[in-house]
């Protein structure tokens, strides 16, 4: 076998930064790095474990799941411009994800491949948009400390995908770094928090009558969970969190519900005095739900500049760049040391007041699911109450769904911080290539990936449930079945007022055949009697190691 020395210096960054796993679909170029990894592995030294993907969309999603799950930076290997391009949207959804990503590519010498008007073909522009940095390597520049930016670029936060495109000579190189200086690890981390703004914060959150905070990815940091418990309950504030992950248990008094019927907009945003955004991506200050005039905004995140997203008219008046890991915690003892015992007693009687009405809400919504129980077609929440049934407080939930997802977000709990993870992006198929990658992080707890049945399709099924098997990581796939693009046939109807304009999936292939057909075990159910049993005889195939599939018919939308 071949000496690479360039490679050798990939590993290595990839070594130093902590990525266990190396997410391929390979091309010519990809050979020395795969023997490469093999050797290294072989002798006992150390390399990130290969992860064949039959198509370069599960393998950027896999990475993204597996980040999730993790914490830890991923690598992902791809065929020249060829494998950037079938990554595709999964991209955007990594770039939104805040994924610390390097992913790298070959390039054959720009001069062989000069665009329409005689300059030269510039790779990195097909991922420009999405990406934090991209850079293609020239002669005479440093492999080693190319790596080393990358990662330390993609993991400083806010986190992203960062591209490198690698010309084959320096790839095949059989030398390896050249600086004299070692490279080193740099990830940046955000500023402590100015006390004077936590101080303006933490007034106006004590004056609010109606505060509410919301939540975007604060959970990325476990930790964090228990300490916006303490900050909440010190408030007596609700907590709005997106399903991204968990930032805040649904289980809690305090967490912020809509009646089942809920329209359009959100009610509680439209008459909250006082919002407190936690890493919030989000908007909160346009669309359905209209802000009050004089609401006061306190917006704390690692990512103040929000590069990339659009305006939606935030106007936060105190912007608090930081760690919430590290603020929220601070900021609670702050607003303790500032209330008085008059105060503590009215957000005493406050938290007493939302606990009841977060219950009686939690009781309409598990009402609603049982008065469906015997409907068929089945529901989307008749079958979202058997998965909450069915599961541990350890399972991990990896969620997708997209008509049904407010039914989700209610109808299964977690307490857990870490054991709910979903797609920020808005590409759809995202699931069983994020479970891929989440049982590859996490290989003791069991994982359930939702998703409809559009996106069982988007997500490359044949290609995730083929390394699931071959690698042993082993999920269970529920596909919200509604037969056709819900969401979509949603907005036909509420904007145009017709019923479908083709957006119906009408003769579905057979799914189970597809999981079957990739060694994994397939059911199908439309029968609501059958939904509970049909949850544990997959589950109890995962358990028992193969990856299952289960399809449930549920009503169209
Ligand atoms: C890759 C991609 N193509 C198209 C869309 C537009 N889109 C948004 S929601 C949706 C329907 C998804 O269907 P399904 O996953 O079955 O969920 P449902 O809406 O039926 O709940 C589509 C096609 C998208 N977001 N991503």
Same mark, same amino acid.
């Given at each position: 076998m071949e000496e690479y020395g360039a490679v050798n210096t990939i590993i290595e960054a990839c070594n130093a930064y902590g990525v266990e796993f190396l997410f391929f679909n390979p091309g010519i170029d990809n050979v020395p790095l795969l023997e490469t990894v093999s050797r290294f592995r072989v002798s006992g030294r150390k390399a990130p474990r290969g992860i064949l993907c039959l198509d370069e969309f599960v393998a950027m999603t896999a990475a993204h799941g597996n980040y999730m799950a993790s914490g830890k930076p991923q690598a992902v290997s791809v065929h020249s411009e060829l #494998?950037?391009?079938?990554?595709?949207?999964?991209?955007?959804? @990594?770039?939104?994800?805040?994924? $610390? &990503?390097?992913?790298?590519?070959?390039?054959?010498?720009?001069?062989?491949?000069?665009?329409?008007?005689?300059?030269?073909?510039?790779?990195?522009?097909?991922?420009?948009?999405?990406?934090?940095?991209?850079?293609?390597?020239?002669?005479?520049?440093?492999? #080693?400390?190319?790596?080393?930016?990358?990662?330390?670029?993609? @993991?400083?936060?806010?986190?992203? $995908? &960062?591209?490198?495109?690698?010309?084959?000579?320096?790839?095949?190189?059989?030398?390896?770094?050249?600086?004299?200086?070692?490279?080193?690890?740099?990830?940046e981390k955000p500023p402590a928090a100015d006390a004077a703004l936590l101080n303006k914060a933490a007034d106006i959150l004590i004056t609010a009558e109606n505060p509410l905070i919301v939540t975007g990815y604060s959970g990325r940091n476990l930790n964090t969970v228990v300490s916006l418990i303490e900050l909440a309950e010190t408030l007596a504030a609700r907590v709005m969190t997106a399903d991204v992950r968990v930032n805040f248990p649904n289980t809690h008094p305090l967490a912020a519900y809509l009646p089942p019927a809920a329209g359009f907009g959100n009610p509680l945003l439209a008459k909250a005095d006082v919002i407190l955004a936690i890493d919030f991506d989000m908007h909160y200050a346009s669309g359905p739900s209209q802000l009050m005039l004089a609401v006061k905004i306190v917006h704390i995140d690692v990512d103040t500049v929000k590069k990339g997203a659009p305006l939606w008219g935030r106007k936060p008046d105190v912007l608090v760049k930081a760690d919430s890991a590290l603020v929220i915690p601070t900021l609670t003892g702050i607003i303790k040391e500032k209330l008085n015992k008059e105060k503590a007693s009215q957000l005493k009687k406050r938290y007493k007041e939302l606990a009841a009405e977060h219950k009686k809400l939690n009781d309409e919504w598990r009402y609603t699911a049982i008065c469906q129980s015997g409907q068929k077609p089945i529901t989307a929440n008749w079958l979202s109450r058997c998965i909450d049934e069915v599961i541990d407080d350890d399972t991990i939930i990896v969620n997708q769904t997209i008509s049904p997802a407010s039914i989700v977000a209610h109808q299964i709990h977690r307490t857990k911080p870490g054991t709910l993870l979903s797609c920020a992006g808005g590409c759809i198929g995202w699931a069983p290539g994020a479970a891929l990658g989440v049982k590859l992080a996490a290989p003791e707890k069991t994982v359930i990936s939702l998703m409809g049945d559009g996106a069982f399709i988007y997500g490359c099924p044949e290609a995730s449930l083929w390394s699931a098997g071959f690698y042993k990581a082993p999920f269970l796939a529920v596909i919200y079945d509604n037969q056709g693009y819900g969401a979509i046939k949603g907005l036909f109807r509420e904007k145009f007022d017709v019923e479908n304009m083709g957006a119906d999936i009408t003769t579905p292939p057979d799914y189970s055949l597809i999981a079957r057909a990739n060694k994994a075990y397939g059911r199908m159910v439309d029968d609501p009697a059958d939904v509970p049993a049909a949850l544990k005889e997959c589950l109890a195939a995962v358990r028992g190691g193969q990856t299952a599939v289960l399809d449930v018919k549920i009503e169209p939308v």
């Open positions: #494998g950037v391009l079938q990554i595709g949207g999964a991209l955007h959804n @990594a770039q939104w994800g805040k994924v $610390p &990503v390097v992913f790298f590519t070959e390039i054959l010498g720009t001069a062989q491949r000069p665009v329409w008007n005689g300059t030269s073909f510039d790779q990195g522009s097909m991922v420009r948009n999405f990406v934090k940095w991209d850079h293609q390597l020239t002669a005479g520049e440093d492999i #080693g400390e190319a790596f080393y930016k990358a990662f330390s670029i993609a @993991a400083s936060e806010p986190c992203g $995908p &960062v591209y490198l495109a690698v010309p084959r000579e320096t790839l095949w190189s059989k030398e390896a770094s050249r600086t004299g200086r070692p490279n080193q690890i740099l990830i």
